[in-house]
């Protein structure tokens, strides 16, 4: 039975308030991109810097995603620092790293949480992350969960420091911007619109976290 984080909190109080406004997120994320195509819908979410909580969001909102019935893979691209694997409990072993060295599967690299959501941990930290999340398996790997899933949702490195969300976001349908509420400098906003720009990808929306 996984162990989950307390902060996974739409799934242990499902009728919070704060619940509630991941439920609203989940909404405008349906409403702009979900159901554009026919196959997945691959989001990524990046931050200018760390300690935005972009990693606890993006549990959250793939958990609300799961409780309407939507099938939702989460993916941990941070192979600086990961830390998706901790909120839901899980052993962070072959994982993405293990995927993109040629070492694993597509398939066992896969991880089950709640009821209709899968992930996939980041595994080992890689001193070559960029060079790996930018080749070619990366992209057959999203291809299959596109496949398979009807949301994609991709963790990220800061954006501002490491060209790994750069990379990413040009494989996806669009991106989640991350800042903290009264932290995260404007200017800094402005630059990772700028690289995300740059890279070709569809900015969603910026999510202003831990407002008090």
């Keep these: ?11 242990s ?18 409403q702009q991109v ?11 979410l990046t931050s200018p810097e760390s300690g935005a909580g972009k990693t606890t969001l993006l549990a959250n909102i793939g958990v609300s995603f799961a409780q309407e019935g939507k099938k939702v893979a989460l993916v941990d691209c941070n ?11 899980l052993e962070n072993t072959g994982g993405l790293s293990a995927y993109l060295r040629g070492g694993a599967s597509s398939k066992s690299i896969v ?3 709640v009821p209709e959501l899968s992930i996939i941990p980041g595994g080992d ?39 790994d969300a750069r990379l990413v976001a ?8 991350v800042a903290r509420h009264a932290r995260t400098k404007r200017e800094d906003l402005r630059k990772t619109k700028q690289l995300m720009d740059q ?14």
């Design 1 to 11: 039975m996984l162990r989950l984080n307390d902060m996974l909190i739409t799934e």
């Design 13 to 30: 109080n499902p009728s919070s308030y704060v619940s509630e406004s991941f439920r609203s997120l989940r909404t405008y994320i349906r």
């Design 34 to 44: 979900i159901g554009q195509t026919d196959r997945g819908t691959v989001l990524l």
């Design 79 to 89: 192979l600086h620092t990961p830390a998706l694997h901790e909120i839901f409990g």
């Design 111 to 113: 991880r089950h949480g």
């Design 125 to 163: 930290t890689l001193y070559n992350a960029a060079d790996l999340l930018g080749s070619e398996r990366m992209v057959e790997l999203l291809e299959g969960l596109k496949r398979e899933y009807d949301i994609i949702l991709l963790d990220s490195a800061p954006a501002l420091n490491y060209t």
């Design 170 to 177: 040009s494989m996806t349908d669009g991106v989640i911007l």
């Design 199 to 212: 890279a070709g990808a569809t900015l969603v929306g910026i999510v202003m976290n831990q407002v008090k």
